[in-house]
């Protein structure tokens, strides 16, 4: 977007439409993003809370710096430092990113750092590294996408989450490519396609099984590809022959000959895509579900070559470049592995430290939520572009882990609803007001620019990291001079620790990523034009060829049963946007979409007596959630939806299974079992009368906010 000065506010956006991703399309996010820029939106200044269960009260920077600095001290001085840990968010800077996973290392000595999209793609980030060698969103660029023969996109809803990206599957069309979208759900993408597969939630690995059956069963296979640049192939076909039309059908609700038309339309096409997104990812199967997706692509021959391929639809604004240079627990700059060696001495050199100084890898982001508070798990948390008490799984649970912390401390530019948990609160910089990079899903790093000044009480996390650094004995190794300096030292830092790296930034500075619109990673050397295209020749394994994945349907880790009949997955809407922390801010925004609701089929709503407008009160194991029932047809009878971006009583992520992928460790989000009742027929009194039993103090506080 371009910024321009504004009338009511500081900044306005205008279209870009010279920009080659989204050539000037903007949804209602991107539009009314400036409402955030508001002095009554934002935090102005630091907060801190003198006792436990005292109010927030106001306080000037060094204050808090002080009491940040001598509760991560403290707790370190008591417990060892792996009791303190640092939690980050995807929708940092890279800038911000890498000197948070710095000072966790270096300054804090930590091995407990790990961030918010662990949440968002970690699982196909694992099949990616697992099947190539290298994890990049997208292996091609956006515009790749209207001249592929056919698509399949699992469990993604762009024309809800990432508006602008839709054009590309309208020209797909308008080529004459197919367009397959896989989804429990009739969303407003699934309407566009030719043909929607609506699987039961956790079917994903099998519907994938069994088109690779197909393929095979077909003659489909190109066997020339799969011999040349593949390993793996025959376990990968004994894996996939168990997996029979009518088996599959069984497992997932979807009729045979149905099928047997997405497995011709992919197999025949000249060329081929398939897209996943959270829904087949958000799984304990995720890893599998996505290599299982893999698979499909290499027996047919569609990856490594112009216009196919599979690729990963992000979640966040820097889903990409906020995995890739340090915040994740097993990872150091440049997508390197914490645990190899020469990736140890390489980063410990350009930090200036000894190699074994370095902590090893560190929990993953549910195991370190989970151990908050506990003996041998962190006691002290400094927490940066996230809000787990919303967007955390088993949500209830997580906010008393939360409260159980001897210290909180919360970066933000708005009182998140973690933030209101916080013995301290720093006010930060946003989008507007500071200059750093992201990197979007195609691997494209982009320059964003300061148009405005923040507040007089508001500074970087940059600053803010600096500033601790120092206060905890380590004055050098993190930027000062003030923006935009501080960033693009920074930036030139992670340049160097990424040098050699999977994702190596080498090779790209400001001034070219603002002269060529962004520049592709890798990107090893300034005369390097960098690689749009990924795999054309060779893969990123140590022999070049692309590894099948064998593997099998199982049952995800948690099925319905007698007491808790339906699935439940969850997702976004349109107007909203992950916790909702910033989006619930925004008038605009607000009046699309005004809360929560429980979207339920037509059958099941006759069933339960169940009346579209009325609440309904959806329990788990774990927890309960009320909202209004949406009755609609464009969801399987068996299953119901709920949006995630709200808290309180309508918190989805109360009812959500934290069980794990034990490769990837991402989280169950997109299934669960439940019951639905309407609220009216539970007596007072009863297990599910109140907000859920975990989180009734953290919702009762929202209902008085």
């Known amino acids: 977007m371009r910024l321009a000065p504004g009338a009511d506010l500081p900044v306005e956006v205008l279209e870009r439409p010279d920009f080659p991703v989204n050539r000037g399309a903007l949804c209602g996010k991107g539009r009314s ?28 920077w060094p204050e808090a710096l002080d009491r940040v600095a001598a509760g991560l001290a403290r707790v370190r001085a008591e417990h060892g430092p792996d009791a303190v840990g640092v939690f980050g968010g995807g929708g940092l800077t890279n800038e911000k990113a890498y000197l948070l996973g710095k000072f966790a290392r270096v300054v804090l000595g930590t091995a407990n750092i790990d961030y918010n999209g662990r949440f968002c793609m970690s699982s196909a980030a694992a099949a990616h590294r697992r099947a190539f060698g290298l994890d990049r969103g997208l292996p091609f660029p956006l515009a790749d996408i209207p001249h592929t023969g056919c698509l399949v996109l699992v469990g993604g809803n762009p024309a809800e989450t990432m508006p602008p990206a839709v054009r590309y599957l309208r020209e797909l069309r308008e080529n004459g490519g197919k367009l397959i979208v896989v989804d429990p759900r009739r969303t407003r993408t699934a309407e566009l396609a030719d043909l929607h597969l609506q ?9 994938a099984l069994g088109l690779l059956h197909l393929v095979i069963a077909d003659g489909l296979v190109d066997h020339e590809f799969v011999a040349e640049r593949t390993s793996g192939f025959e376990r990968a076909r004994e894996a996939a022959m168990a997996h029979w039309p009518d088996r599959v059908e069984r497992i997932t609700g979807v009729p045979a000959h149905r099928l047997r038309e997405a497995a011709g339309l992919f197999g025949r096409a000249a060329t081929g895509m398939v897209l996943t997104a959270r829904g087949p990812e958000q799984q304990s199967k995720g890893t599998d579900t996505v290599g299982a997706w893999i698979d499909l692509c290499l027996a047919t021959g569609k990856a490594g070559r112009p216009y196919s391929g599979y690729g990963c639809l992000t979640g966040q604004g820097n889903g990409q470049g906020g995995r890739e240079h340090g915040q994740k627990a097993d990872q150091l700059p440049g997508y390197r592995s914490i645990e190899d060696p020469a990736a140890r001495e390489h980063v410990a050199a350009v930090w200036g430290v000894p190699a074994g100084s370095l902590p090893g890898p560190g929990k993953s982001a549910y195991e370190l939520l989970d151990g908050l508070g506990r003996p041998g798990g962190v006691r002290a948390l400094l927490l940066a572009g996230s809000n787990p008490a919303v967007s955390a799984p088993n949500a209830g649970h997580v906010t008393e882990r939360l409260r159980a912390l001897d210290l909180l401390v919360v970066a933000d530019l708005v009182l998140s609803e973690t933030a209101r948990l916080a013995d301290v609160v720093l006010p930060v910089t946003q989008w507007a007001e500071e200059t750093g990079t992201t990197t979007n899903l ?76 962004g520049v592709f990673w890798p990107c090893p050397t300034p005369d390097h034009p960098g690689t749009p295209r990924l795999f054309l020749d060779r893969f990123a394994t140590p022999d070049g060829r692309a590894r099948f994945a064998a593997v099998t349907h199982r049952p995800a880790g948690e099925e319905p049963d007698e007491a808790y009949p339906l699935y439940l997955t969850t997702g976004r809407v349109l107007a909203q946007y992950q916790s909702g922390a910033q989006t619930r801010r925004v008038a605009e925004l607000n009046s699309a979409a005004p809360g929560p609701y429980v979207e339920l089929h037509p059958r099941l709503a ?36 709920m949006p995630f971006h709200w808290a309180g009583a309508g918190r989805a992520n109360s009812l959500t299974n934290p069980a794990l992928d034990p490769v990837s460790r991402m989280p169950e989000f997109k299934l669960c079992a439940v019951r639905v009742e309407p609220l009216r027929s539970q007596p007072a009194g009863s297990d599910t009368a109140g907000a859920d039993a975990a989180g009734s103090e953290h919702a009762r506080e929202e209902a008085a906010e």
């Open 606 to 641: 006759a069933r339960l007596g169940i009346a579209d407008g009325e609440p309904v009160a959806v329990t788990s194991r774990r927890g309960r959630a009320v909202a209004p029932a949406r009755v609609t047809e464009a969801i399987r009878p068996d299953t119901v939806f």
């Open 199 to 207: 699987p039961r939630p956790g079917g994903d690995l099998a519907l």
């Open 33 to 60: 993003a400036p409402a955030l820029l508001a002095r009554d939106v934002r935090l102005t200044g630091p907060l801190l809370r003198d006792r436990p269960g005292g109010p927030l009260r106001s306080a000037g």
């Open 442 to 517: 195609e691997g494209r790093v982009i320059l964003r620019r300061r148009a405005v000044d923040p507040p007089e009480g508001v500074r970087s996390e940059l600053w803010v990291l600096r500033e601790l650094a120092a206060r905890l004995g380590v004055p050098d190794g993190f930027p000062a001079d003030g923006f935009p300096v501080e960033a693009e030292r920074a930036f030139d830092e992670l340049r160097r620790a990424s040098a050699g790296g999977d994702a190596d930034y080498a090779g790209i500075d400001y001034a070219r990523i603002a002269a060529e619109d």
